[in-house]
């Protein structure tokens, strides 16, 4: 079987082909096309020797989703709401992300209040009807969108969770007045309590099934065109893959696919080196994404946002992702310091030692400067590039302005950058009560190697993984998931032997529902794999935890002394005696494929066999330029060992090992460097 795994990220499209029967690996990695996303992945196949059409599997990771969000490129969608609850929208819960800002504005809301429109009805918190739904209200409604041009609509009653008749009776109104629309509804993609929540994920989830059916559609069919007949898989937030027909309904769900790759295959890595606990770094040319791995799992969240105030109540791999990637812009703030980021020059028109037209100073060009990487070699040659751009404009905007060599202030942009990716790195780790002492740090992305010995050095992180093909890593990520679909409800009681039927029954009419989605996509039932999480709270707490049970469930009480210690684990107390209450139940569906078995490599001989000569590079350490051996990555065999100073290249990424570090080749080829 020929696998392929594609990311398409913000700069570049990352491609892995694996056969299974030669055990060779073929990676490419073209730059972006953000007007066609579909573009740069058969640009990426096309690259690679092998066709498109001798592949068996085709799974991918995006960030459509993602820069539709950030750059607001959705259509215009219409909200329907319960009469008085048009605001809820907008007023969001309140908050703000600087909260001691009088003068920063939140985000707009993605719906303007002049298309939210409220129909008559009510259902009460226990799912009772209190006012039955106004048809003539629902019929209106879809008229005035139909006049408008809206055929995206969202519909988000109060309590629907717990009662959605009503928001499927919307539906089937809408439908027989305007066939052409989308319909949206809330106790469909998310059936738990809270207003705002439940309603921002269902219009954030609305906004985005056009965009990503569009490019879906145009993939499918540019594969189709050149041969591949297998499903188009793309990976989704929570950590499986979905097929093209179930995310044209969930567009929400792959927002945050590309870096959720990304942590999955810096889990794998780790694992292979035997580190159990692995805190991810993938920095690319527009951002830095962060994960953490503790025992084995990687660390999730049911809450996450792409601006704040407007939250995505999909499980998501729980990142942190700051503007700090290669192309991020250095420039100089009103009160004269230095900064870098978080606008970023992207794949177009990119750096300017690209040669694309860039014309602004950025973490690349900085390194560039400071001979960690040679313009020659990017993308084995490949691309053209020069180093007499990137000295052009470090000199002009930033070292002329701040007095400065070209050299302090190349050395300054750079440090900044390592700055940004710490606090990112602490808010993963010390924030969440983690000692970085006890983790590994696996760098990926194009720039996470340069970057990610310094990183360690400054968070006492003593050791790092570089994988072999770290710039395409989170592409190799989509080709170690499963299908996968996951459910919740909210179910509020105490946590008494009294709920356990209940809890049943709920819990098989979830898991009756993902069987069903699983077969749907071709899962046979000896390869689907079902999970149970049971959200626990003590009784008046806001915030709530998950814990993992198995059924049939025969006792709550071991389930409530699993909630205890892991209410320990987290907030350093529990309370044995205080109430325990369940605020939720979660089903998750796995839908087993096969894995790649990756060949390990054979040893090398000595490391001067890969050495292809020598580079002037200045560190920090040194405080000077500093005679620098550089290696050929694709020469260095398993037991090979080399000491810092060196610079270690290859086609997708360059890994710098600073001096007093030393770094060994392992024998599936990860470089292991002890900083």
Same mark, same amino acid.
């Given at each position: ?44 196949? !096309? ?12 799974? @991918? ?32 819960? /309140? ?17 303007? &209040? ?16 209190? %006012? ?15 006049? &408008? ?25 809408? *439908? ?5 629309? #989308?319909?949206?509804?809330? @106790? ?12 921002? %994920?269902?219009?954030?989830?609305? *906004?985005?099934? =056009? ?48 870096? !959720?790759?990304?942590?999955? *295959?810096?889990?794998?890595?780790? +694992? ?15 951002? $830095? ?31 942190? %992702? ?12 009103? /009160? ?19 040669? &694309?037209?860039?014309?602004?100073? %950025? ?60 606090? $990112? ?28 010995? @310094? ?11 570089? =994988? ?38 709920? #819990?098989?009419?979830?898991?009756? +529902? ?71 139940? &979660? ?9 790649? *078995?990756? =060949? ?43 000491? /810092? ?12 090992? =600073?001096?007093?570090?030393? $770094? ?12």
């Amino acid at each position: 079987m020929t696998r392929s795994g594609v990311d398409i990220g913000g700069t570049f499209t990352d491609v892995i082909i694996f056969d299974e029967e030669t055990q060779t690996i073929e990676v490419a990695k073209t730059p972006s096309t953000p007007d066609n996303p579909a573009e740069g992945v058969i640009n990426g196949l !096309t690259k690679a020797e092998t066709s498109i059409e001798a592949l068996d599997f085709f799974s @991918h990771g995006s960030t459509v989703g993602t820069n539709a969000l950030i750059e607001r490129k959705l259509p215009r969608i219409g909200l329907i709401t319960t009469e008085g609850f048009r605001d809820v929208h907008e007023i969001r819960d /309140g908050t703000k992300a600087a909260i001691w800002d009088a003068y920063e504005d939140v985000a707009d809301p993605y719906v303007q &209040r002049r298309d939210r429109l409220e129909v008559s009805e009510r259902v009460d918190y226990r799912g009772n009807v209190v %006012t039955p739904l106004n048809e003539n209200d629902v019929r209106k409604a879809a008229r005035i969108f139909k006049k &408008r041009g809206i055929d995206t609509i969202a519909v988000s009653l109060v309590n629907a969770y717990v009662n959605g008749d009503h928001e499927q009776q919307v539906a089937e109104i809408i *439908a027989e007045e305007y066939p052409d629309a #989308f319909v949206c509804q809330s @106790h469909e993609i998310l059936p738990e309590m809270f207003e705002h929540e439940r309603t921002s %994920t269902t219009v954030i989830n609305a *906004a985005l099934v =056009p965009v990503v059916r569009a490019y879906l559609t145009d993939l499918s069919s540019q594969l189709s065109e050149r041969g591949y007949d297998g499903d188009v898989l793309a990976m989704h937030s929570g950590g499986g893959v979905m097929t093209t027909d179930a995310i044209a309904f969930y567009a929400a769900r792959i927002a945050n696919s590309g870096p !959720t790759a990304g942590a999955i *295959a810096g889990q794998y890595i780790a +694992e292979q080196c035997g580190f159990e606990n692995a805190i991810g770094f993938d920095m690319g040319g527009t951002s $830095a994404d962060v994960s953490l791995t503790h025992k084995g799992e990687i660390e999730m969240t049911d809450e996450w946002a792409v601006e704040y105030g407007y939250p995505i109540m999909f499980p998501s791999t729980d990142l942190e %992702t700051i503007g700090a990637g290669g192309g991020s812009i250095a420039w100089i703030d009103e /009160g004269g310091s230095l900064r870098v980021g978080p606008k970023s020059q992207g794949a177009d028109p990119g750096p300017a030692c690209y040669l &694309r037209g860039g014309d602004k100073p %950025t973490t690349t060009d900085a390194n560039v400067v400071l001979g960690w990487v040679d313009p020659d070699a990017f993308l084995g040659g490949d691309m053209e590039a020069t180093a007499d751009p990137a000295e052009r404009v470090i000199k002009r905007d930033i070292a002329d302005p701040l007095d400065l060599t070209l050299i302090e202030a190349a050395s300054a942009i750079e440090q900044i950058a390592v700055a940004n990716m710490c606090n $990112a790195v602490r808010l993963v780790s010390t924030s969440k009560g983690y000692d970085p002492r006890d983790f590994a740090l696996v760098a990926f992305g194009g720039a996470g190697p340069m970057h990610a010995a @310094h990183v360690a050095r400054e968070m006492n992180i003593p050791t790092v993984i570089v =994988p072999p093909y770290p710039g395409i890593n989170s592409a190799l990520g989509c080709l170690l998931v499963d299908v996968e679909h996951d459910l919740s409800q909210t179910f509020i009681a105490e946590a008494t032997e009294d709920v356990i039927d209940d809890v049943e029954d709920h #819990f098989s009419e979830m898991e009756e +529902e993902i069987g069903e989605r699983l077969h749907s996509e071709g899962i046979g039932d000896e390869d689907i794999r079902i999970d149970y999480t049971v959200q626990m709270r003590y009784a008046g707490q806001w915030r709530s935890l998950k814990v993992s049970c198995s059924r049939p469930i025969e006792s709550i009480e071991s389930i409530r002394q699993r909630f205890h210690e892991e209410h320990e684990r987290v907030y350093a107390y529990s309370d044995t005696d205080q109430t325990v209450e369940i605020y939720g139940l &979660r089903v998750t569906g796995r839908g087993v494929v096969d894995k790649p *078995a990756f =060949p390990e490599i054979d040893a090398g001989d000595t490391a001067a066999d890969a050495e292809t000569g020598t580079r002037q590079a200045y560190f920090d350490e040194a405080g000077e330029f500093v005679e620098t051996t550089v290696y050929d990555r694709r020469r260095l065999g398993a037991g090979t060992t080399i000491a /810092g100073p060196a610079i270690v290249e290859q086609m997708d990424s360059t890994v710098i090992v =600073p001096p007093a570090a030393e $770094a060994e080749v392992e024998r599936t080829g990860n470089l292991i460097i002890t900083v």
